[in-house]
């Protein structure tokens, strides 16, 4: 039987999972720490705007170029069950980290990066929002690129090109929404440490979310067709 997986509801609840990335808040977190340190409330604000806003872009325009390949290829069966199969072990690699938080290969932020991102943070301008939005969602691709994949994947085999993106705006739009939330309560006066030990409290249960997912949607691109 061919199924299609493709809904509001589906597309709003697989970013809701991918967006509950430890990666992104921490680079934000750490952004908006820095910036109540030295400057205006209201560069915080635009500056950690600008920040949001380079991770939308890189990541939309990121899935429309993923997108326009696989309708142009046709992606068939093959493909699709290859993809699922990366998934699955994504998943589990993500899932071990809820156990064993990063204890040998971990999806996340490569360490060697992280220097550069510092760099930038440090930098507190808007120019420099612009290049770390684009580094920390290049570098955090990692932690969030599995899910991507799979809904890009659905999007490429079950609708027209229109609706494609249509869907890929949404994605994103509810992939940056828990970052502007977190902008906001930043900016409105809750100490950026607090919900850093919030973040980091929780970042083994946030992986716990997105492992499962990631198991659940490759099991399904593997044996079920749409």
Known sequence: MTLSFISIPTIVGAAAIDSINPCA????????????????????????LVYVGTVFAVYFLAGLGVLHVFTTLKIGSLIKEIAGA???????????????????????IPESKKPL??????????PGAIVLGFLATAFGMPCTGGIYLGVLCLLAQSCSRLNGILYLLLYNFVFVLPLLIILIVLHSGLGSDK????RTANRRWMKLVSGLFLLGLGVVMILVKF
């Open 25 to 48: 808040f921490a680079v934000l977190i750490f952004l908006v720490s820095y910036l109540s340190a030295i400057g205006s409330s209201k560069r915080v604000l635009r500056v950690g």
């Open 195 to 198: 919900l850093e030990a919030w």
């Open 86 to 108: 990366i998934l699955i072990i994504l998943g589990l690699l993500t899932v071990k980290d809820f156990f064993w938080y990063g204890k040998g290969f971990t999806l996340a």
């Open 117 to 126: 991102l510092e760099k930038y943070i440090r930098r507190a301008s808007v």
